[in-house]
């Protein structure tokens, strides 16, 4: 079945350093992918998403690249903040499947100062 | 935007006894909703997909009789955990579509005693 795999966490990075977190996954059909973030005590929040191949998928600083060819939707940002510290979470959702979505084990990151 | 909220955001009971957590779509109609389990440190688990006027979609593994789903209107979807037990403590959060997107709820700490 489909299924996302993420490094593990958690990760640990000094303010304005660059942030990646991996992530693959293996599916059939075309699925979308998305990254969520859930800050402390917040539910999810859908950070970007990316619906077909090659696509870009940006906000607030974020970015990911849909590649195909190497299963992949890996989360970078230039400079970290404070602020962004946070679990993030990659998923892939079909919507000829109703919509649901198929998450990774999850990603904490904090940012000191 | 799109809200969902859930209630209550804590519950405490006792080992044998059930508990309704309520998904609500506050400012537009969802005829599906989906419930995910959290544990602590660990990724969202799909569950089941609740179908207004019609019986729950159930993921492979998960009981249909202890977690019981009805999707009473457009705007409302409950979860029942029946005769729960301490393995039920978790963090359960739905979901619901909007335009092509997921809206979570804050989600409801479940802890059994």
């Known amino acids: 079945g489909d299924s996302v795999t993420q490094m593990e966490g958690p990760v640990t990075l000094s303010e304005e350093a660059f942030l990646t977190i991996n992530c693959t996954y293996t599916a059939t059909g075309y699925p979308s992918l998305f990254w969520y973030v859930q800050y402390p005590g917040e539910g999810l929040q859908l950070l970007l998403k990316a619906t077909k191949a090659d696509d870009k998928g940006s906000n607030k600083g974020f970015e990911a690249t849909y590649r195909k060819e190497t299963t992949s939707f890996h989360l970078e940002k230039g400079s970290v903040q404070v602020s962004d510290s946070a679990v993030y979470f990659c998923a892939l959702g079909s919507y000829n499947q109703g919509g649901k979505l198929i998450f990774g084990q999850g990603t904490e990151l904090s940012v000191k100062p | 935007g799109a809200v969902v909220s859930q209630h209550p955001s804590r519950v405490i009971c006792k080992s044998g006894t059930s508990v309704k957590i309520e998904c609500r779509s506050l400012d537009f109609q969802a005829t599906t909703m989906f419930w995910y389990r959290q544990f602590p440190k660990q990724s969202l688990m799909l569950m089941a997909t609740s179908n207004e006027g019609s019986k729950a979609t159930y993921e492979q593994g998960v009981e249909k009789d202890k977690f019981l789903i009805n999707h009473a209107s457009l705007t409302l979807s409950t979860l029942t955990v029946t005769s729960a037990h301490p393995e039920d403590s978790s963090f359960y959060i739905c979901?619901?579509?909007?335009?092509?997107?997921?809206?979570f709820g804050p989600g409801t700490r479940l802890t059994v005693l």
């Open positions: 979901s619901a579509p909007y335009h092509n997107e997921q809206f």
